[in-house]
């Protein structure tokens, strides 16, 4: 009685190589990327004021975060960080923004 071994081919069965995995996530990263940008407006003249705007809510925010919800090249409503004078935890800009409305 003799013992054989089957052969199998370790193509099948291989794992990927770190280089395969990276240049695959980066090939997706890249794809997502393109398809995002479309999906965005472009850059409008007056989106450096709303950054200022919401800059200036961040400076008076318990830490440094704020937040505005533009419509229409409007300011809608503004927020900044208020947990620790509200004693909320959930107290983020953009939750205070959205309940400024």
Do not use: C
């Not at 193509?11 to 965005?40: E, K, Y």
């Not at 927020?79 to 909320?88: A, E, K």
């Amino acid at each position: 009685m003799s013992l054989r071994h089957a052969h199998t081919s370790h193509a099948a069965t291989s794992h990927p190589t770190r280089q395969s995995v990276i240049t695959g996530f980066a090939a997706a990263v890249a794809t997502f990327a393109l398809s995002s940008a479309r999906a965005f407006a472009p850059i409008a003249p007056e989106d450096e004021s709303f950054m200022r705007i919401a800059l200036d809510e961040a400076r008076q925010a318990d830490f440094p975060f704020g937040a505005i919800i533009v419509q229409d090249r409007s300011v809608i409503a503004r927020g900044r960080n208020l947990g620790r004078t509200n004693g909320d935890p959930t107290a983020h800009g953009e939750m205070v923004a959205l309940s400024d409305r």
